[in-house]
């Protein structure tokens, strides 16, 4: 996959979260509806803000910054905890992936108290 169909995938991905966002009140009550014309970062940063920092759309926007970061930094598809290359499949499965699977297991096992309390 080349960095153009990547960015062009994670700009899709991008302006489809800002329309799950837009669709939702207590979204706009937070952030006002001028949320399109701010960046990514000052989305983040005013959601962080928020209660709505704990909302799953929240995670997906924060994913989405780091996958933009990992691409920007020549570092996108390795993962964030062992540096090797994130697998294709689950790449292609969530462009923002962070973790390839071992590591991914790993998190979930160690995690997996911290995990069930955010569902």
């Known amino acids: 996959m080349s960095i153009t169909h990547i960015r062009h995938e994670l700009s899709e991905l991008e ?7 837009g669709a939702l009140p207590s979204f706009i009550e937070a952030i006002g509806e001028s949320s399109a014309n701010q960046s990514l ?34 570092l996108y598809g390795l993962c964030s905890d062992c540096e090797a ?3 294709t499949v689950r790449l292609t499965q969530d462009p923002t992936e962070q973790r390839c ?3 991914a297991d790993h998190y979930q096992h160690e995690h997996r108290h911290e995990l069930r309390l955010n569902h």
């Open 15 to 21: 302006a489809n979260l800002r329309i799950e966002i």
């Open 41 to 74: 970062t000052e989305l983040i940063d005013k959601l962080a803000q928020t209660p709505l920092a704990e909302h799953p759309l929240f995670s997906q926007l924060n994913k989405l910054d780091a996958a933009f970061c990992q691409l920007d930094l020549g």
């Open 85 to 87: 290359e994130i697998e």
């Open 101 to 103: 699977n071992a590591c």
